[in-house]
C-alpha cells in the first residue's frame, strides 16, 4: 500500500472508532478527521489539489444535472454527496414545521381511537403507523414522537410500553428500507446512483413489505402472553385524550399536512418529472418557511444541523479512501472471497452488512460500501441494481439488531429510560435480534430468487 492509501485508512479507523466510543460529538469526529484527510492525505501524501476538489464537489451544486436531470438520471461524481444533504436540511425543516402543529401526536391518537384503546389492535396498528412513517420522514423523528406518545398511552391503559416501543423501533427501520428518503443510507445509495423513488419502492418496499407482514406475527407470538393479559384489562374510552386536543395550530396543522403531501407526491414522480431530490429537498424547506413566517427562528432552532455536518465530514473521510484507491482493493477482495459468483457476493455484502450496522452506524458503512459496488458491478459483470438493493437492505435491517445499531433505537431506548421503562441490552437483543436475522434471510432469498 502506498503512503496516501495507509494514512486515508488510518484516519478512517480512528473515525470509526471515535463514533463508536461516543465520547466526543460525532459531527466533531467526523469533521475532524476530514479535515486530517484534506490535508496530511491529498496534500502531504498525494499533493493532489484536483483530489480536494474532487472530493469537496462544491462545482456539482452550480451544475443542471444538480437540480434537474433527464430522465431522473444525477450526478454520480464523488466526494461530499451535497444532493444528500440539502434533501436531508429540506425534509428536517418540514418534519419540524409538522412537529410545531401537533401532527405526529393527532396521527397516534388517530390511531388508537380507531382501535378503541384496546392492547393488542393497538400494538399492531401502531407497529403499522411507524413503518408508514418512516417510510417519508427520518426513523429517528418517527421514533422520538411515537415512543412518547406510546408511554402517554401506556400509563393511561396501565399496560408495559416496552413492547410496543422495541416492535415500533424495528418498523421504523424496516419502514425506512422500503423508499429512497427513508432512511439515511438510502439517501445515500439514491443520489449516488442515480436511483429513483419508485425504483427503491419497486425494489426494497416489496422486500420490506413482506417482511413486515413476518414482523408483525413475530413480534405478536413474542409478546403473546403479555398482550392477551392486558387485553383482559377494561378501559373507559370516555376519559382517553382525543385526537383535537393534539393540536396546537390548526391552520398550521392543514398547511403542514399540504405540505407534506406535495414532499410525497413530488418525490414518486421525481423520475417522471427529472426534479433532483435536491431540488425537492430546496423546494419544501422554502415552502415551509414561508407557511411558518412567524416561526421561522423556533424551526430552524429544531433542525438537526450536527447531523449534516456530520455527513460533510463523513464524505471527505470516504472521499480519501476512493482517491486513493483503497475502495477498489476492498472491492477486489469481496470479488475474490465470492468467486466470481453474484450469490456468493450478495450472501456476503449483505450479512457484512447486516453485522457491522449492529455495532457501528450504519450511515458511515453505507457511504463506504456504494463506490465498493460500483467498482463490483464494473469488473464482476453483476448488476449495480441487485448490488444497490442487496446494500440497502443489509445496512438499514442490520441496524435493528442491537440497542446503538441505529440512531432510531438509540431514541427510542432513551425515551423509554426517561419514562421510567429502561430495556437492558439482554432484552432487547432476545427480541430484536432474531428478528434481524429473519428479515435479512428473507432480503436474501428474495434477491435470489427475483435478480440471479
Known amino acids: 500500500m502506498s503512503a496516501a492509501q495507509i494514512l486515508a485508512v488510518i484516519i478512517f479507523v480512528v473515525m470509526f472508532i471515535l463514533i463508536v466510543w461516543d465520547k466526543i460529538e460525532r459531527q466533531y469526529v467526523t469533521l475532524g478527521c476530514g479535515l486530517l484527510t484534506l490535508i496530511f492525505v491529498f496534500g502531504f501524501a498525494m499533493r493532489s489539489p484536483s483530489a480536494v476538489w474532487e472530493t469537496l464537489n462544491i462545482r456539482s451544486i452550480f451544475t443542471l444535472d444538480f437540480w434537474y436531470a433527464a430522465g431522473g438520471e444525477g450526478s454520480e461524481s464523488a466526494g461530499v454527496n451535497w444532493a444528500t444533504i440539502i434533501f436531508l436540511l429540506g425534509m428536517m425543516i418540514m418534519v419540524e414545521g409538522m412537529a410545531r402543529t401537533g401532527f405526529f401526536r393527532w396521527l397516534c391518537m388517530v390511531f388508537a381511537k380507531a382501535v378503541n384503546y384496546k392492547p393488542i389492535p393497538l400494538f399492531v396498528a401502531f407497529m403499522i403507523m411507524s413503518a408508514g412513517l418512516a417510510m417519508f420522514i427520518d426513523s429517528i423523528t418517527v421514533i422520538l414522537f411515537l415512543a412518547a406518545v406510546t408511554v402517554e398511552l401506556a400509563q393511561l391503559l396501565k399496560i408495559d410500553p416496552v413492547p410496543m416501543i422495541m416492535s415500533e423501533i424495528f418498523c421504523a427501520n424496516l419502514g425506512g428500507s422500503a423508499t429512497m428518503c427513508g432512511d439515511p443510507p438510502n439517501i445515500i445509495i439514491g443520489t449516488a446512483l442515480g436511483l429513483s423513488f419508485g425504483q427503491f419502492v419497486t425494489n426494497t418496499g416489496l422486500i420490506a413489505l413482506v417482511s413486515l407482514v413476518v414482523v408483525v406475527i413475530y413480534?405478536?407470538?413474542?409478546?403473546?402472553?403479555?398482550?392477551?393479559?392486558?387485553?383482559?384489562?377494561?378501559?373507559?374510552?370516555?376519559?382517553?385524550?382525543?385526537?383535537?386536543?393534539?393540536?396546537?395550530?390548526?391552520?398550521?396543522?392543514?398547511?403542514?399536512?399540504?405540505?407534506?403531501?406535495?414532499?410525497?407526491?413530488?418525490?414518486?414522480?421525481?423520475?417522471?418529472?427529472?426534479?433532483?431530490?435536491?431540488?425537492?429537498?430546496?423546494?419544501?424547506?422554502?415552502?415551509?418557511?414561508?407557511?411558518?413566517?412567524?416561526?421561522?427562528?423556533?424551526?430552524?432552532?429544531?433542525?438537526?444541523?450536527?447531523?449534516?455536518?456530520?455527513?460533510?465530514?463523513?464524505?471527505?473521510?470516504?472521499?480519501?479512501?476512493?482517491?486513493?484507491?483503497?475502495?477498489?482493493?476492498?472491492?477486489?477482495?469481496?470479488?475474490?472471497?465470492?468467486?466470481?459468483?453474484?450469490?456468493?457476493?450478495?450472501?456476503?455484502?449483505?450479512?457484512?452488512?447486516?453485522?457491522?450496522?449492529?455495532?457501528?452506524?450504519?450511515?458511515?458503512?453505507?457511504?463506504?460500501?456504494?463506490?465498493?459496488?460500483?467498482?463490483?458491478?464494473?469488473?464482476?459483470?453483476?448488476?449495480?441494481?441487485?448490488?444497490?438493493?442487496?446494500?440497502?437492505?443489509?445496512?438499514?435491517?442490520?441496524?435493528?439488531?442491537?440497542?446503538?445499531?441505529?440512531?432510531?433505537?438509540?431514541?427510542?431506548?432513551?425515551?423509554?429510560?426517561?419514562?421510567?421503562?429502561?430495556?437492558?441490552?439482554?432484552?432487547?437483543?432476545?427480541?430484536?435480534?432474531?428478528?434481524?436475522?429473519?428479515?435479512?434471510?428473507?432480503?436474501?432469498?428474495?434477491?435470489?430468487?427475483?435478480?440471479?
Open 219 to 452: 413480534y405478536f407470538l413474542v409478546f403473546r402472553k403479555e398482550l392477551v393479559a392486558e387485553q383482559h384489562e377494561g378501559v373507559d374510552v370516555a376519559s382517553m385524550p382525543t385526537p383535537k386536543e393534539a393540536i396546537k395550530d390548526r391552520k398550521g396543522f392543514f398547511v403542514s399536512c399540504g405540505i407534506f403531501g406535495c414532499a410525497v407526491v413530488l418525490l414518486i414522480t421525481h423520475a417522471q418529472t427529472g426534479l433532483s431530490v435536491a431540488f425537492i429537498g430546496t423546494f419544501i424547506a422554502i415552502i415551509t418557511l414561508i407557511a411558518g413566517a412567524k416561526h421561522i427562528p423556533e424551526i430552524m432552532r429544531r433542525v438537526d444541523f450536527k447531523t449534516l455536518l456530520f455527513f460533510i465530514g463523513l464524505f471527505i473521510v470516504v472521499g480519501g479512501l476512493e482517491q486513493t484507491g483503497v475502495l477498489e482493493v476492498i472491492a477486489g477482495l469481496i470479488g475474490k472471497m465470492s468467486g466470481g459468483n453474484a450469490y456468493a457476493m450478495v450472501a456476503i455484502i449483505i450479512w457484512v452488512s447486516a453485522s457491522a450496522s449492529a455495532f457501528v452506524d450504519n450511515i458511515p458503512f453505507a457511504a463506504t460500501m456504494v463506490p465498493v459496488i460500483r467498482s463490483l458491478s464494473a469488473t464482476m459483470g453483476v448488476d449495480i441494481h441487485t448490488l444497490a438493493w442487496t446494500l440497502a437492505m443489509g445496512t438499514d435491517i442490520g441496524g435493528s439488531a442491537t440497542p446503538i445499531g441505529a440512531s432510531a433505537n438509540v431514541v427510542g431506548t432513551s425515551v423509554a429510560a426517561k419514562s421510567g421503562y429502561p430495556i437492558s441490552w439482554g432484552r432487547y437483543l432476545k427480541t430484536s435480534a432474531p428478528a434481524t436475522i429473519i428479515v435479512v434471510a428473507i432480503s436474501m432469498f428474495m434477491i435470489f430468487a427475483r435478480y440471479l
